[in-house]
């Protein structure tokens, strides 16, 4: 899709012109702040910041969680931000809090758990005991794929089946591209392509909706499709949703194939134009849950959604580029907005209220969630780059 020079000239003069909305700088001091605080009440490494417990006491987590990357990763946001020497030592103190991950071979997760915090340590300093710790953790997420069903399998057993694959997998793709290039072994490639191209065939409904859970066949074909966290089988799970946009993106932006640029802007047609969207912008955790509007909102989807955003713009043509934008823009809006951000040191630090972890599990209903922070400090530095077509 090639941007026309007129499109680029009416985009970008409408936002160069137009005021941004969001203090981006004024946001990054308080969340700073914040993340100090969060940093003195968590000293010791084998339990990470993660959410709250309902009493308001923290739920801190050990490293084989599937989220114990995203507070390192965060802080070295933060430090690119800064500059400041001191978020460089505490991202790598909690990053290299996750450092046995790297052997790990039971979980899908290694992308969050081991490529988000490493890989930003990398990318920022240079450092080769990140690289070796990364293509370590690379080796293990590999053994994962499967060459007859050509996925990458998500857990090891989901209600009797034995190959279930969830669309959160998506996000695990950027791991084995960066992997593939840096050890230039193109097995690590192919394998996060026929992941992304299975993806595509099984896990999309005719709306571009997604089923959370796909479960295959040894001879590949599908099982059964079916939801983990999402309200029902046929429902669209609102971070499911969430995933495959950010992941679609970010697989044209690792393989610059137009297959899964496409399917992104399918995905992104089919958030942005759904009924059940509240006038926020913030969904609920699910877009069919069924007793909306009495139903929680899920803040992380919301995070994730508007940093998809904030890249698939970048691929599009202009009037495309300038609607997402302005949504992307819209639920930052919101998420600064006391309803959905924290002051000061409320909620122990951490950032973002009212995300969903796993509403039919009851488990996290209403809470912040360190991944909602992560990719909502993410959205914030895409939005202060952004502005230019
Ligand atoms: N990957 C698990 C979740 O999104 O809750």
Sequence with gaps: MKKTLL???IASSLMVSGQKKIDVSAELEK?????????????????IPHSLHTDG????LPSDWWCSGFFGASLWYLYEYSQQP??????HKWTMAVEREQYNTTTHDLGFMVYYPFGHGYRLTGDTTYRRILLQGAKSLLTRFDARRNVIKSWDEFKGYSFPVIIDNMMNLDYLTWAARESKNNSFYSAAAAHADQTIKHHFREDFSSYHVVCYAPDGSVEAKKTHQGAADESAWARGQAWA????TMMYRETRDKRYLQQAVKIADFLINHPA???????????????IPAEERDVS??????????????YVPANASLMYHNWAEEI?????????RNKGTEQGGFLLKHSVGHKPGRIEVDVPLIYADYYFIEALLRYQKSGKL
């Design 7 to 9: 499109g680029i000239l």
């Design 31 to 47: 969340i700073q702040f914040q993340y100090k605080y969060l940093l003195k009440k968590h000293s010791d490494i084998s339990k």
């Design 57 to 60: 006491t923290y739920r801190s």
């Design 86 to 91: 001191y978020w460089k030592a505490a991202a």
């Design 245 to 248: 946009l950010y992941g679609f």
């Design 277 to 291: 969207l509240p006038a926020d912008k913030i969904p609920y955790w699910d877009y069919n849950a069924p007793a």
């Design 301 to 314: 989807a919301a995070a994730i959604m508007a940093s998809a955003l904030l890249e698939l713009k970048e």
């Design 332 to 340: 930052l809006v919101s998420l600064c907005s006391p309803v959905y």
